[in-house]
């Protein structure tokens, strides 16, 4: 299938490692010119090095708990070089825990890295999007927008806020060419999984390898998703082929999420 996105911009975030980082290569792939954004100068030298050469490839750095300054850099970089007809908005989740014992300092900063982020990447893109009449918007989120997730508390909620904020935006643009879609991973081989399945071995008494074990079984597909499935995913919505799909949310968990 022809995705018909050679020479689209794509503006992809948190593309250092993981999801951010597959999808950041299957754009690419498919003749995308991409720009990297993290806080990490080395790391994107190190992704921007892997992507095709024939491309005009780039990066920004930037702290996703400054969104002011994020939002800045990208209209610089806007104004200096060009408009982006895809965004990849993508950052790391929040930390663990009860939502019980989260501390409001938990809340705000998943608040400005997703909800405020999100949002000013949106203002600052859209207007190209528009003016060219396609724009592609796709935020990585994750399954607890469907079911919430044990011990994931400020996670579960923020991530519903991200999820009601894509859909009231996804209404809105319509119109111009542009979609609003989110991805939600399940189970996905990270640095973000390793993490969880630390915490859950320490807390239930189990090694790490035996609880790797019980959480693939945790889904009919029985194994974890590689960041490229997800990436597959996430380069389709930004396709041209895509351009009816507005306003959903795209588990891509191996059957994990029960719901409908």
């Keep these: ?5 050679n020479n689209k911009n794509a503006l992809v975030c948190g593309s250092t490692q993981g999801i951010g980082k597959a999808t950041a290569i299957a754009l690419a792939q498919e003749g995308v010119n991409v720009t990297l954004v993290a806080r990490n100068r080395e790391k994107l030298k190190e992704v921007l090095a892997e992507l095709p050469k024939h491309r005009n490839h780039s990066y920004i750095v930037a702290d996703f708990l400054n969104p002011r300054d994020l939002q800045e850099q990208v209209i610089k970089f806007i104004e200096r070089e060009h408009g982006f007809h895809i965004l990849v908005n993508n950052t790391g989740g929040p930390a663990s825990g009860e939502i019980v014992n989260a501390s409001l300092e938990a809340f705000e900063n998943a608040f400005t890295m997703h909800v405020k982020c999100n949002h000013l990447l949106a203002q600052a ?105 997800t990436a597959s995913a996430i380069t389709f919505l930004a396709s041209a082929s895509a351009g009816y799909i507005n306003g959903i949310n795209l588990p891509v968990d191996g059957g994990r999420t ?3």
Excluded: C, Q
Excluded at 1 to 5: E, Y
Excluded at 151 to 164: D, E, F, H
């Design 125 to 229: 893109t859209i207007p190209f999007m528009k003016k060219e009449g396609f724009g592609r918007i796709i935020n990585v989120i994750s399954t607890s927008v469907k079911e919430p997730i044990p011990r994931l508390g400020v996670s579960n909620t923020i991530r519903g806020a991200v999820g009601n904020w894509s859909k009231t935006l996804s209404i809105e643009v319509a119109e111009f060419g542009i979609t609003v879609n989110n991805v939600l991973p399940g189970f996905t081989d990270t640095e973000r999984l390793t993490e969880i399945i630390k915490i859950k071995a320490k807390l239930e008494d189990k090694s790490i390898e035996e609880m790797t074990e019980i959480m693939k079984h945790y889904t009919p597909a029985k194994r974890f998703a590689e960041p490229e499935e």
């Design 258 to 260: 029960k719901s409908l």
């Design 1 to 5: 299938m022809d995705l018909k996105l």
